[in-house]
């Protein structure tokens, strides 16, 4: 115990970047393994059930918040943008959850690296955010990405590719949710909203496919909601201690996890195009990162969080 004690020590005193990237590759590895943890219990159990009981743990996970700080927790400006964020993070939930039952994992995370693409394009509709050359090119290579992991014309755009698209579409609506909620909310708001809203919308979605967890099925169902949870954790204080530009690159490492743990437990080999496309939608991600970080230094950008749904 001594050890770790020592260990959490040095680590809590290491420069933010170390700090950051280790909590950024430790996101990862842990959301490589949820999607182990998520094709576990959707073996028996409907994806909306398991989406339910993912939403619920976060719920459990906030009750020590809520305690502590009261109903003030609660305290919002706007309740309809707390519904909207809420129902696109329900949907991004049960899209993805169903869609790790029929897609590969490397694919899979392949994919989800593209919701800020739908969120860029989304804040330059909806919000009237001002996009330039650079950015539209960017945008442009990383569709051009999905396409090569997606490939149609290899008829490989099959239901779990699709909903693998319809979570980054979602995704894209709760980043962009975010944007402007936080203007006046907290983090803590934000995600307890979403949270405690989109369970009875999870509840009723998994109704007619509800079945009783057994004991043998609860400690599945734990683990992904506490992992996931510690996943967001991770992933927001690896933002809070380093630059965003520095530490998101790492976030690439997750393919790599998900390729191997893809091919230890499910035989499982990405093609060359998954690499080659996810490639091209990750580099065009981390360029508009960096654009927006260098308009957020000269006063012009928006304020995004870079949590994920």
Known sequence: MKPLITLAHRFRGAPGWVRGIVYMVATGVV?????VAIRMAAEEMHPFEVSFFRILL?????????????LGVFRTNNLRLHVIRSAAFVGATFCFYT???LVPLAKVTALDF?????ATVLAVVMLGEKIRVRRIAALLIGFAGMLVVVRPD?????????LMLGTSVCWGISIITIKVASRTESSTTITLYSMVLGAPFALLAALPFWQTPTPEQLPILLVIGIGTTVANWCYAQAFRAADLTLVLPFDFLR???????GFLLYS????????VGATMIFGSVVYIAYRESRLRAEGQGSQASPVAP
């Open 255 to 261: 393919l790599i996890w998900a390729a191997v743990i």
């Open 31 to 35: 959301l490589a393994w949820m999607q």
């Open 58 to 70: 976060g719920v459990l996970v906030f009750v020590p918040v809520m305690v502590r700080d009261g």
């Open 114 to 118: 593209s919701g800020p693409l739908f």
């Open 268 to 275: 499982e080999i990405p093609t060359l195009w998954v690499w």
């Open 154 to 162: 290899a008829g490989e755009l099959d239901t779990g590719t699709i």
């Open 99 to 101: 869609a790790v039952q």
